[in-house]
């Protein structure tokens, strides 16, 4: 079945970088792109951009363009955003899922928590 | 940048009910909306996809439908539970762009 397992949850603080992965399997990872998409303590869904995970292609939110970095290793299929220059309301969930037409399955997310 | 606007933002119902929520696009979109379910402590679930096609394992009771730029998910008879926040979500294909709406609460009267 297909799976997505995210890394932990982290605490960073102000004006440094994360790193969440998200390793894949039950599929070919190079069939289907990555989505991140996050979501702020009681608020909505936040789409951040996607990885086409055969070519490496990315396609970033306007929002997170400069500061988002998504990549993604064949081999193990597992697929990487990081995230820099971290502020306060960056504090949130960040998801990440197969596909982006539709997002059919999904990891359980992992929790960044930025705080000095 | 399409703009996805749910109403309402909150619905109280009984189990058994009909529940119908809506997600109006910015401007016309293509042959694709999408919609998922979020619980408490969970990652979304998706529902439906290409405005009306049901996800794997979804129940029936499950419908979606679009009137123009107007898209509808239908939940027939309320079961326990289906109360969750409930998401609409587009995509554009040049550039890629994805966004969701911001979500339609559904509690238990």
């Known amino acids: 079945q297909v799976q997505l397992v995210q890394s932990g949850g982290e605490v960073k603080p102000p004006g440094a970088s994360v790193n969440v992965s998200c390793k894949a399997s039950?599929?070919?990872?190079?069939?289907?792109?990555i989505s991140w998409v996050r979501q702020a303590p009681g608020q909505g869904l936040e789409w951040m951009g996607w990885?086409?995970?055969?070519?490496?292609?990315?396609n970033y939110a306007q929002k997170f363009q400069g500061r988002v970095l998504m990549t993604a290793d064949t081999p193990t299929a597992t697929a990487y955003m990081e995230l820099r220059s971290l502020r306060s309301d960056d504090t949130a969930i960040y998801y990440c899922?197969?596909?982006?037409?539709?997002?059919?399955?999904w990891g359980r997310g992992a929790l960044v928590t930025v705080s000095s | 940048e399409i703009v996805l606007t749910q109403s309402p933002a909150s619905l109280s119902l009984s189990p058994g009910e009909r529940a119908t929520l809506s997600c109006r696009a910015s401007q016309t979109l293509s042959n694709y909306l999408a919609w998922y379910q979020q619980r408490p402590g969970q990652p979304p679930r998706l529902l439906i996809y290409?405005?009306?096609k049901r996800a794997t394992d979804v129940p029936a009771r499950f419908t979606g439908s679009r009137s123009g730029t107007d898209f509808t998910l239908t939940i027939s008879s309320l079961e326990p539970e289906d109360f969750a926040v409930y998401y609409c979500?587009?995509?554009?294909?040049?550039?890629?762009?994805?966004?969701f709406g911001q979500g339609t609460r559904l509690e238990i009267k």
């Open positions: 899922a197969r596909g982006y037409d539709p997002l059919d399955y």
């Open positions: 039950g599929y070919s990872f190079s069939t289907h792109g």
């Open positions: 990885i086409n995970t055969y070519n490496g292609n990315t």
């Open positions: 290409d405005i009306s």
């Open positions: 979500q587009q995509r554009t294909n040049w550039p890629l762009r994805c966004s």
